[in-house]
């Protein structure tokens, strides 16, 4: 890893190209989409994505962009609604991403085409979390025994997605009380409590961290998570001026995979 590597955005577009559109993404806790219409957009990665509960019940990822000229249809990043609608020129869609409407201006000539309704995108829940992938069916994990859901702290972070990772992974190794998924997914276990860390990379520069309590409130938390929030922006200067994270197994790990993605990127390009 060089310092670049979490201060530039030649390094965020390899890690799109190669690890993002790959692989199986986190996007919220499914209590987070808990009643029809409750909805959450995050930029993950570079990708515009809204998680969504129907009005089925049922939970679905979308692509955020409007079929007409590819603008954002979420600009909040939670909330309830009937429908999604593009504040740029009007085209509406359903819970479901099915085009429903548009103004007569720019109405598409072919209102029965399937290319109008937003993209929809493999989707899993798994352990109470909603994940999605640009590449297939995501792969579940299991954590046996989920207390229940108490709630999610968000985050913004000054800071490359990667220092996050790091700092999170620094002084742990695999055991029946820590588990890595890779990319974006941390799940520790304190007696009762279980915890999720969801790593979200908005840009190379700023990162949204969603932490997923399980077993009691997630207000519990909010003094660990600012904790986090400081010392990831600390690494964060410290990564800019050349002071690289220390070694430990997890760590070693994220980035012998990182290295693999550069590799391959570089070999595609």
């Known amino acids: 890893m060089k310092s670049e590597d979490y201060s530039q955005g030649d390094a965020f577009?390899?890690?799109?190209?190669?690890v993002f559109s790959t692989q199986a993404l986190p996007l919220c806790a499914e209590g987070q989409v808990a009643k029809p219409g409750d909805f959450i957009s995050a930029t993950v990665g570079g990708w515009g994505v809204v998680a969504v509960r129907d009005k089925d019940g049922d939970v679905r990822v979308l692509r955020n962009a409007c079929r007409h000229q590819n603008m954002q249809v979420v600009g909040a990043p939670a909330g309830n609604c009937e429908s999604f609608r593009c504040r740029?020129?009007?085209?509406?869609?359903?819970?479901?991403?099915?085009?429903?409407?548009?103004?007569?201006?720019?109405?598409?000539?072919?209102?029965?085409?399937p290319d109008l309704h937003l993209a929809s995108l493999p989707t899993s829940i798994a352990s109470g979390i909603v994940f999605f992938s640009l590449a297939g069916p995501p792969a579940p994990i299991d954590v046996d025994g989920l207390p229940a859901y108490g709630g999610t702290v968000v985050t913004d972070i000054a800071c490359n997605w990667k220092v996050c990772v790091e700092h999170l992974l620094a002084e742990h190794t695999p055991s029946a009380d820590f588990s890595?998924?890779?990319?974006?997914?941390?799940?520790?276990?304190?007696?009762?409590?279980?915890?999720?860390?969801?790593?979200?990379p908005h840009t190379f520069l700023r990162t949204r961290l969603f932490t997923h309590v399980f077993g009691r409130s997630a207000d519990d938390n909010r003094q660990a998570v600012a904790t986090i929030k400081h010392v990831c922006e600390g690494l964060q200067l410290d990564r800019a001026g050349g002071k690289l994270a220390a070694e430990s197994t997890l760590v070693d790990d994220f980035?012998?995979?990182l290295a693999a993605a550069y590799a391959q990127d570089r070999a595609t390009t």
Do not use: N
């Open 88 to 113: 740029f020129h009007g085209w509406t869609y359903d819970l479901q991403g099915r085009f429903l409407s548009a103004p007569p201006p720019v109405a598409p000539k072919d209102l029965q085409s």
């Open 13 to 18: 577009q390899a890690e799109k190209r190669t």
């Open 255 to 257: 980035h012998r995979r």
């Open 180 to 200: 890595w998924a890779w990319p974006l997914l941390m799940v520790r276990r304190a007696g009762a409590v279980t915890i999720m860390e969801q790593v979200v």
